[in-house]
């Protein structure tokens, strides 16, 4: 009888692993997040150009954010358009990027 159960339990174990499967998440599609910080670099030597910025977390913790700056990205200094090469280490800027499986990519970079 024991056996009989433990082959029991063991069949429906078994079974049930397709159950268990994981399914694709929210994590793997893109997702767009705006931080604010300070411009730490710029390549724009590179193709796609890119920044690097350092952003203060709200628990005070500091990250540093890289994103590649493709040519459709909007950068604006105040109401004006400016260029990547424009800025300064140092500068404070909001970067708005969709976070993707291929990395960070700037979508808009606004320097106040």
């Not at 998440?25 to 350092?54: C, F, H, K, S």
């Not at 358009?81 to 606004?110: M, Q, V």
């Amino acid at each position: 009888m024991r056996t009989m159960l433990c082959s029991l339990c063991l069949v429906c174990a078994v079974g049930l692993m397709p159950l268990a499967t994981p399914f694709p998440t929210i994590a793997a599609e893109t997702l767009q997040r705006t931080v604010r910080g300070t411009v730490i670099a710029t390549n724009t030597a590179v193709d796609p150009q890119t920044i690097v910025m350092n952003v203060i977390l709200p628990n005070k913790e500091t990250l540093i954010v890289g994103a590649r700056v493709p040519a459709d990205t909007r950068i604006t200094r105040g109401s004006r358009a400016t260029r990547l090469a424009d800025l300064k280490a140092g500068e404070a800027a909001e970067l708005t990027y969709l976070k993707s499986p291929d990395g960070l990519i700037a979508r808009s970079l606004h320097v106040r």
